[in-house]
């Protein structure tokens, strides 16, 4: 489909002000069941950008939030290098996880309401966004989630003092979901999988489970690690569980 993008929403998310958005859905009139995609730590980059405007062609209204409005300027993206991942990591362990859900339940909302939106929604996130995107698939309208290579689930680090619940509270998600893996990832480790999985099977989730012969970061089409195959591969499957679970 032909998309609109660019467009940009602002936020107000309690207690830490405004959260930009960006927008990408179909131009197609219509409304369309809602994906909110959280980025890596880079925020939204040009990769990113390319990622929701994937997602938003095959009939989505896909929003992007910046997941540290409240550290830097609305609009800031950090590079894709050194100073730019030691920027994003300190950020990652600075924000509090009570931050993150409510930036969560904050854009939902907004989703939800906007008026291309039929008011069904998804989550997709890589790296630390697949960690989000499945705790924001713990709020009961969600029906659907997608998590790449999700960064400290298995570990309980993230956020501020690096202690989440997201293991624990598992046993709340509603949500079906899918977790895709690279079994080359050095960020989450065989056994970090298996404690996953198995907490997976211990609450009855239903969920699907993919280990890719990738690296971390194999969606992002900038740099060494990027697998265009298996890119497509995701896609597939991604858009396969959004038919299923959003109808």
Same mark, same amino acid.
């Given at each position: ?9 602002? &936020?107000?998310?309690?207690? %830490?002000? %405004? ?11 219509? @409304?369309?069941?809602? &994906? $909110? !995609? ?11 950008? @390319? ?19 409240? =550290? ?5 993206? *950090? ?12 950020? #990652?362990?600075? #924000?509090? &996880? ?9 854009? !939902? ?10 008011? @069904? ?6 790296? !630390?966004?697949?960690? $989000?995107?499945?705790?924001?698939? $713990? ?15 298995? %570990? ?16 709340? *998600? #509603? ?24 907490? *997976? /099977? ?19 089409? /900038? ?6 195959? !298996? ?7 991604? *858009?396969?569980? =959004?038919? @299923?679970?959003?109808?």
């Amino acid at each position: 489909m032909i998309l609109h993008r660019d467009e940009l929403q602002d &936020v107000d998310v309690a207690d %830490s002000g %405004s959260m930009r958005m960006h927008l990408f859905r179909p131009a197609a009139p219509g @409304r369309f069941p809602g &994906v $909110l !995609l959280f980025s890596e730590i880079y925020q939204v980059t040009a990769p990113i950008r @390319r990622l929701a405007a994937m997602i938003a062609g095959n009939g989505y209204v896909v929003a992007v939030p910046e997941v540290y409005h409240e =550290y830097e300027p609305l609009g800031t993206v *950090l590079d894709y290098d050194a100073a730019g991942t030691e920027r994003g990591n300190a950020l #990652k362990f600075a #924000k509090s &996880v009570a931050a993150y859900d409510a930036d969560a339940v904050a854009g !939902l909302t907004a989703l939800q309401e906007h008026p291309a939106c039929d008011g @069904r929604l998804g989550t997709f996130g890589v790296c !630390l966004g697949g960690h $989000l995107a499945y705790r924001a698939a $713990l709020d009961p309208r969600v029906s659907a989630a997608a998590c790449f290579y999700p960064t400290d689930i298995h %570990s309980g680090t993230l956020g501020e003092g690096r202690s989440d619940d997201s293991l624990t509270r598992m046993a709340d *998600l #509603k949500a079906e979901i899918m977790f895709v893996w690279g079994r080359q990832d050095p960020h989450v480790p065989y056994a970090g999988r298996e404690a996953i999985r198995a907490r *997976l /099977e211990e609450v009855a989730a239903r969920y699907e489970w993919h280990e890719m012969n990738a690296q971390h970061a194999f969606l992002r089409d /900038e740099g060494p690690r990027y697998d265009p195959s !298996l890119f497509l591969q995701s896609m597939a499957l991604t *858009l396969g569980l =959004y038919r @299923r679970a959003l109808r």
